[in-house]
């Protein structure tokens, strides 16, 4: 199980997950659908609560259900169950409710979760997540219920205490069998560990076992992996069917992964660095409890830069894995060149001299900016548009609606990945302004390419 203390500055609900770990028997996580969340914030929306798939409903986790004595002999069956949440987010103090989960037949297997607190899930953001715990003890069974919004910290420290990838949707999990293979899997590191500390050659260990790649490295590496798995020799997005799913699936599990190996690895080292030193003592656990003391700030400054350390790393691998793809798609760009008002574009399609040229063709031109999140990080680069065309390609999933709409004022074309085009937990779906990176390459970039000239400046 991972602490909340690697994440840093996150506030309760942090707090909430790790207890919930501690005490639930079995967790059920979801990814919220846009009607799992509308119901709660609009009134005339005709789904009540959270959907829960038969798989789920039917697997041991729920109550079982029950089939409800209804006046009509003739009328479909219903079946249903109630039993007890507990909200801790809804009120300074935890609220209980009472909640049924119930099948309409008459629309199949469709079956839903009602009786939940709306102000839990009104505000969240696409792709955001419930999370139920069950709790057993001698007497009775109860739900703890936690929302935990897509944009948030709390939101990575789910995805790394769960491994949950980018194409989750939903999921039970037993925190015991949890923390047992994240043990497993660290054992034989930390075995490695202590015998160089004993050894007195832990520098040598971390240079050659916990150093970290450097992030067009560990993005070479990924994308490798990737090409790897596939079958493929290059990046070519027109000889690829699903370019931006390709780059989601490089950016956010493949190199994810990696990146935790070497983060793990490299912050342990680190820590025992810091803690013990370099030189083999001999020392006893009171010793060893004066100087976590002794050391906490340094601790903190440890795992914080830990945090920045991913912040940054995400930035800047979706760039590295878009310049791949441009140049194995023989696309001409010129990267980060510094336009009008000192600002910096990631991409200008085919370069700045042919933008800002005075021939017909110059109005093909494009910019190309990566965001691997947006937030209200779009606003930056909404003012680096001016008139020219201005195509923003990202893999996050929590963009609302409204902020979809916004853009579509500015003049802001959205590039995404195909999955998340018409996907129900996201709000891509019915905006013009949206564009799968499939569509982007076939329709904006494929038609232009005659046109401009075929050198591409690094």
């Known amino acids: 199980m991972m602490d909340n203390t690697q994440l840093p500055m996150m506030g309760r609900e942090a707090d909430l ?19 799992d969340r509308d119901w709660a914030r609009y009134k005339n929306k005709h789904q009540g609560g959270v959907y829960i798939p038969y798989e789920n409903r039917d697997g041991g986790f729920f109550p079982t259900l029950e089939q409800m004595n209804r006046a009509d002999p003739t009328a479909k069956p219903i079946w249903h169950v109630h039993f007890q949440t507990i909200w801790p987010q809804a009120g300074p103090v935890p609220v209980t409710k009472k909640t049924r989960l119930v099948n309409y037949t008459s629309k199949g297997e469709e079956t839903h979760m009602t009786g939940l607190p709306p102000s839990v899930l009104s505000e969240l953001l696409p792709a955001s997540f419930l999370i139920m715990g069950r709790i057993q003890d001698d007497s009775e069974t109860a739900y703890e219920c936690l929302t935990i919004d897509s944009a948030s910290e709390e939101a990575a420290l ?40 004993h050894d007195g050659r832990i520098d040598l260990f971390a240079r050659d076992h916990a150093a970290m790649p450097a992030t067009i490295d560990l993005a070479n590496l990924a994308r490798q992996e990737y090409l790897t798995k596939q079958g ?56 060893v409890i004066r100087r976590l003391v002794d050391t906490l700030p340094a601790i903190d400054a440890l795992m914080l830069s830990a945090t920045q350390q991913r912040k940054a790393r995400a930035g800047y691998s ?37 933008m800002e040229n005075e021939t017909h063709e110059k109005k093909t031109a494009l910019i190309l900016s990566a965001k691997t999140t947006l937030r209200e990080r779009w606003k930056q680069v909404e003012r680096e548009k001016a008139d020219r065309n201005l195509y923003l390609t990202t893999v996050d999933e929590n963009i609302a609606g409204n902020a979809i709409e ?47 000239p075929a050198t591409t400046l690094l």
Not at 322 to 336: C, R, S
């Open 17 to 35: 997950l790790n207890e919930l770990f501690k005490k639930a028997d079995r967790i059920l996580v979801k990814k919220l659908s846009k009607n």
């Open 158 to 197: 789910l995805a790394e205490m769960f491994d949950i990838g980018p194409d989750f949707l939903v999921d039970e999990f037993n925190p015991k069998e949890i923390t047992q293979s994240e043990h497993d899997r660290v054992l034989d590191f930390a075995e490695q560990l202590i015998a160089a500390w």
């Open 232 to 287: 493929l020799t290059s990046l070519n997005p027109f000889e690829i069917d699903a370019p931006g799913d390709a780059l989601r699936d490089i950016s956010r599990s493949i190199e994810w992964e990696l990146f935790r190996k070497y983060q793990r690895r490299e912050r342990a080292v680190a820590l025992v660095r810091l803690v013990l030193g370099d030189e083999p003592v001999s020392i006893s656990l009171s010793d």
């Open 318 to 354: 979706y760039e590295h894995h878009i310049e791949a793809m441009l140049n194995d798609g023989a696309i001409p760009f010129e990267k980060q060149v510094v336009i009008a008002a000192k600002k910096r574009p990631d991409f200008i399609l085919p370069s700045l001299s042919f």
């Open 406 to 452: 916004d853009m579509a004022s500015f003049g802001v074309w959205l590039v995404i990945p195909e999955a998340l085009k018409d996907s129900k937990m996201a709000e891509y779906k019915g905006h013009e302004n949206v564009l799968s990176f499939r569509e982007f390459c076939d329709s904006v970039l494929a038609p232009n390419l005659g046109d401009w």
